[in-house]
């Protein structure tokens, strides 16, 4: 039988848990209680106790009472919390976790969750699932599912019941329909945004014809994060293709896309063949009548996007960055370079063709190979079903000599 991990205060929420434990066990799974509370008394016994809690973060509840504000209280339960449902995990003994509460219970409850591997259900009924400014930090890169309370978590009633009902369903739900065994082929994660989607999609059935199976991500900020997080968490256990570089380039040019800091050092990291494109690079991403671009040349994406070109000195620092980050990599790495443009905007007659600031990118990752990785230039663009072709060649080379 399946079992649920379910976090909260049950000094606070404890007669709201009973009723989730209550719906979960009538569903068919059983409930381990996490108690996570401070001051109160619990309304209802826990299977592991605040005082447990505190201890697997190296503290004690007495300690944690005499901290100066509530958060820093917390962020030591949250610490132990961690470490417990890790450990539970990799025990086999919890399949699913559930969280309920406000702020400081959603804190606790995704912390948790984003410290469990994509694919183990996580639902967190929370006041704060509509609250937009804070879900992607809670969210993170994982699969935790915002489960709106609509009404506060105080108290049982009509309302609420359905509510809670309904979250306990799902989290049963989705233990019970979980994968047993994955597919039996090597998964490769491929990058893209529109402007190069063209290329991904010819990709994917090729990669599916030489036995394997991909998982895209497109690069708005969010997208390269989730690619590299299904890649540390060995999700992603055949190699990356990257069609879109762009996130690196909103990074050195301040565009609304831009990456995180540990961006192209998954792979490397996890010692997976990868092959780099600099798709969709030909511009940065910003709000239409950016003042910082002024001059430059434009493509109107749509009436809340611009896309703004990409000077040669810009994509130069973005060679030179990338080559410095896969110089760590001792898996086979190259970087392939459709030489006759690369975006649909960068084509000759298109709005954002600009050979010569192209080029910045050649010269500056060409400067920086070791021979940790090759470079290879394709006379060709980049949406061309000959470039694709090389791409494809070049990454099954490089998965057969891994």
Not at 245 to 267: K, N, P, Q, S, T
Request: charged share 20%; proline share 3%; net charge negative.
């Amino acid at each position: 039988m399946k079992h649920i991990l379910i976090l909260a205060a049950l000094d606070t929420k404890g007669n709201e848990v009973r009723f989730l434990k209550e719906r979960i066990e009538e569903y068919g799974a059983k409930t381990i209680l996490m108690d996570a509370g401070i001051l109160g008394t619990p309304l209802i016994p826990p299977d592991i106790s605040r005082e447990q809690v505190a201890e697997a973060a190296g503290s004690s509840i007495e300690k944690v009472r005499m901290d100066t504000s509530e958060g820093e209280a917390m962020e030591v339960l949250i610490k132990g919390a961690i470490v417990l449902a890790k450990e539970l995990y990799a025990a086999g003994k919890i399949h699913g976790v559930l969280g309920i509460g406000g702020s400081m219970g959603t804190n606790l409850g995704t912390a948790v969750m984003r410290s469990l591997p994509i694919g183990v259900p996580k639902v967190m009924v929370t006041t704060m699932a509509a609250v937009g400014i804070v879900v992607p930090f809670y969210v993170g890169t994982k699969d935790i599912n915002m489960f709106h309370s609509v009404a506060d978590v105080a108290g049982l009633n009509r309302l609420t019941r359905t509510i809670f009902a309904n979250a306990a369903g799902a989290v049963v739900g989705m233990v019970n329909a979980g994968l047993d065994k994955p597919e039996n082929k090597k998964l490769i994660a491929l990058s893209t945004l529109g402007t190069t989607e063209g290329a991904a999609q010819m990709t994917r059935t090729a990669l599916e014809k030489a036995g394997y199976e991909s998982v895209t991500f497109h690069t708005t900020g969010v997208g390269g994060r989730s690619l590299e997080q299904t890649v540390t968490d060995a999700i992603v256990d055949g190699g990356v293709i990257e069609y879109s570089l762009h996130e690196w380039v909103d990074r050195i040019a301040g565009g609304l896309y831009a990456a995180h800091e540990e961006r192209f050092e998954g792979a490397g990291l996890m010692n997976l063949p990868a092959v780099y494109v600099p798709g969709s690079t030909d511009f940065i991403v910003e709000g239409p009548g950016c003042d910082r671009f002024h001059g430059r040349k434009t493509h109107m994406h749509n009436r809340a996007i611009t896309l703004y070109r990409t000077n040669r000195a810009e994509m130069k620092q973005l060679g030179q960055e990338l080559g410095e980050k896969l110089n760590k990599s001792t898996a086979p790495t190259t970087v392939v370079i459709p030489m006759r443009g690369f975006s649909v905007q960068d084509i000759e007659g298109g709005d954002l063709y600009d050979p010569e600031a192209n080029m910045g990118f050649l010269e500056g990752v060409e400067s920086k190979t070791s021979g940790n990785f090759r470079v290879k230039a394709v006379d060709a663009h980049v949406l061309e079903e000959k470039f694709v072709q090389a791409v494809v060649r070049t990454f099954v080379e490089n998965a057969r000599f891994h």
